[in-house]
């Protein structure tokens, strides 16, 4: 069985650009999240969905951050436009339950994002 | 905010030793969960303990969960130079369908 797959891997951008990462979970998998990673840090959930429908995104900074998930299998987050302290691992994971607790997250390789 | 911490912050043993790490967290769980993560590499998920649950085992790993105390333990014995990673507790809390990840553990095992 495929993982999550997440591109790109690395990406540097100047302050003020934009960026967007891509994430493909895991077949059939209902639930999609993602969470920035800072260095040295535990992961923070940025945004979460089921199917294409947003349940969580109370710690997204909607000014500059977006997400979506179409059709309910991959998804983008776009950051526009990029400060300094984004600077981030980008950590796509997802899970297959719809309904009860979580259960296990399956985690993509994540996206390296550096801003000068 | 972060829900679960983590103690020690690192953690440096000689290969064969047992490593053991230490979660609390502040409210009520549905379950809790422990990752693993290699330098550069996503998360991996290890063991998933309920909050009826009291201790669970999955080859040299061992969780034990008080909820009286709102406290984990992972108990990695027998460790390889592999184990070298850093190890993540995670909490469902009640009400709440998503998990948040603690600060982790860096984990060094010597050869």
């Known amino acids: 069985e495929a993982g999550v797959a997440q591109s790109p891997r690395y990406k540097i951008i100047e302050k003020r650009q934009s960026v967007a990462f891509w994430c493909n979970p895991i077949?059939?998998?209902?639930?999609l999240y993602w969470y920035q990673q800072i260095l040295g840090q535990g992961p923070k959930l940025l945004i979460q969905f089921q199917n294409n429908g947003v349940v969580d995104d109370s710690q997204l900074p909607k000014d500059r951050f977006s997400a979506e998930r179409l059709k309910g299998v991959d998804s983008t987050l776009k950051i526009q436009p990029a400060k300094l302290e984004d600077s981030a691992v980008y950590l796509c994971?997802?899970?297959?339950?719809?309904?009860?607790?979580?259960?296990?997250?399956?985690f993509g390789e994540g996206s390296r994002l550096t801003v000068l | 905010s972060q829900q679960g911490e983590e103690d020690p912050q690192a953690l440096s043993i000689q290969e064969g030793e047992n490593a053991t790490m230490n979660c609390s967290y502040k409210t009520s769980i549905n379950n809790l969960q422990w990752y693993r993560q290699n330098s550069g590499r996503g998360l991996v998920h290890l063991i998933l303990i309920r909050s009826n649950e009291r201790e669970k085992h999955s080859g040299r790993l061992r969780v034990t969960l008080d909820t009286s105390k709102k406290s984990s333990s992972l108990l990695i014995t027998a460790s390889r130079a592999a184990d070298t990673a850093s190890y993540f507790c995670a909490t469902e809390m009640q009400g709440a369908q998503k998990l948040v990840f603690g600060q982790g553990t860096r984990l060094t095992i010597n050869p």
């Open positions: 077949s059939g998998h209902a639930t």
């Open positions: 994971a997802s899970s297959p339950r719809l309904a009860g607790d979580v259960g296990e997250l399956f």
